[in-house]
């Protein structure tokens, strides 16, 4: 979805900020455009909140701070998210506010206060689906229900095409803990192969295909392996493992390079976002500068640009296992299951679940599958449709912002309609029908 220039994201950002009566503090976006604050965007999962500012102020920031370029420090990954859902939610609120959609500005109080990212989601997914309602032609009368310990309650509800209907809308965890654990995992098993680069002072871009748990590779066997690939020019097969290592030339550039980033990710390494690798564990060495000045009296962070590097490595991983690469794909079923109770009746009723993916992950037919048959059995189960809203997040190496989303539903018991009323919530135009449980391929955002 590359439906925006550089220069809307300020106004939207404006927009917002007026239309929920918020801002972050003035000095917020400064600090943090000059590195007082480097993990101000990073995801808390797993770990303690450190600082006293809102998800929505932190949103807020990370998307203006894509509109300010160039800054001393840039966090792009961080960037893209924000300003995907600062556009999003503006659009939405627009929709609402002309609908006068009952019981908003309930959600709208519960999300300027929230601090953890999950429950921010939470409450801006609601607000999108919400809104595609509101836009279907053959919907009227959408409210919000308030939310209440005493009994168990739909998000919202309406009329379609004449017939009630409730919604339930359920953000499943970005991350889940075994795949933060997977990532750990890798990441310390190669602490050590790095370190013995850097200390040759050999630059290094190499690819790693684990055949078990990397929770459980010897991280002495790996460097090992490593080792003798880059002595010999080839890969290294090991019963746990396969490795391949390549000597870099020294890293010189003509204009400051952001790092880390997506171009120089791939023009280094070979990684990007949008492919087969499931991470990538870099390190660099090497003359960082800004290309602006600070104000006067602020003493900045480390800058985030870099001209030439003395030293840098860059390695891909993922996981070859069969059976560990089907846990990486599947996703939280019990969280599902407990919201068809929520349901308050109508033949048309939906629970849509926003689950964020990863491109390396491919299809997910046969987890899917799997759900609906398990589901089937439940007899809560007495619902119309299941809408799974699948999103992928991509910044290409030319720089771009890209949201692609996969809409895959499940017929219930109840439903009376072909097709659900809302399939995609992210996305709209161009829609295309694909095999259940698998996307279309999308062309690439940077074009041939």
């Not at 097969?237 to 400051?256: C, K, M, N, T």
């Not at 009746?345 to 997910?364: K, P, Q, T």
Request: aromatic residues 10%; hydrophobic residues 40%.
């Amino acid at each position: 979805m590359k439906d925006y220039s550089f220069a809307e994201i300020g106004a939207a950002v404006d927009e917002l900020q007026t239309r929920l009566g918020c801002r972050p503090p003035p000095h917020l976006l400064e600090e943090f455009q000059f590195g007082l604050h480097p993990n101000l965007l990073a995801y808390e999962k797993g770990r303690p909140i450190k600082h006293e500012h809102t998800a929505l102020s932190r949103c807020l920031v990370g998307a203006e701070s894509a509109a300010r370029q160039p800054a001393h420090h840039y966090d792009i990954f961080g960037a893209c998210r924000r300003v995907k859902l600062v556009q999003l939610l503006n659009h939405a609120l627009k929709v609402h506010d002309r609908a006068k959609t009952k019981g908003v500005e309930e959600r709208l109080k519960k999300l300027k206060a929230e601090m953890q990212s999950d429950a921010f989601d939470a409450i801006v997914f609601e607000l999108l689906v919400g809104a595609r309602y509101v836009e279907r032609p053959g919907v009227a009368g959408l409210e919000y229900v308030p939310e209440t310990s005493l009994k168990k309650t739909p998000d919202m509800t309406m009329r379609q095409h004449g017939r009630p209907a409730s919604c339930e809308c359920k953000k499943l965890d970005r991350s889940k803990d075994f795949a933060v654990k997977t990532r750990a995992s890798a990441n310390a098993a190669l602490a050590p192969t790095l370190a013995e680069f850097r200390r040759r002072r050999v630059s290094v871009t190499g690819d790693l295909v684990f055949h078990e748990d990397p929770s459980t590779t010897s991280p002495a066997r790996l460097r090992s392996a490593f080792l003798a690939a880059l002595d010999s020019s080839s890969p290294i097969i090991e019963p746990g493992f396969v490795v391949a290592a390549r000597e870099l030339p020294a890293y010189v550039s003509d204009s400051l390079q952001l790092y880390p980033s997506p171009a120089f990710a791939w023009e280094r390494y070979g990684y990007r976002v949008r492919g087969e690798w499931m991470g990538i564990v870099h390190q660099l060495v090497g003359s960082r500068q800004s290309p602006v000045d600070p104000p006067h009296g602020l003493k900045p962070g480390p800058p985030s640009w870099i001209h030439c590097a003395a030293w840098d490595c860059g390695i891909k991983w993922r996981i070859g296992e069969k059976e560990l690469f089907a846990k990486y794909r599947r996703f939280a079923f019990n969280t599902l299951k407990g919201s068809f109770a929520q349901l308050t009746g109508g033949a048309n009723s939906v629970v849509h679940a926003w689950l964020e993916s990863d491109y390396f992950l491919g299809g997910r037919k046969d987890v899917l599958e799997d759900f609906l048959a398990n589901v089937s059995s439940d007899p809560t189960f007495n619902i119309g449709w299941i809408v799974v809203n699948e999103t992928q997040l991509d910044i290409s190496p030319k720089g771009f912002f890209d949201m692609i989303e996969h809409g895959h539903y499940m017929r219930g018991p109840t439903a009376v309609s072909r097709n659900p009323e809302v399939t995609t919530v992210f996305t709209d135009g161009g829609a295309r029908t694909a095999v259940f449980g698998r996307g279309v391929n999308l062309p690439d955002i940077d074009g041939p």
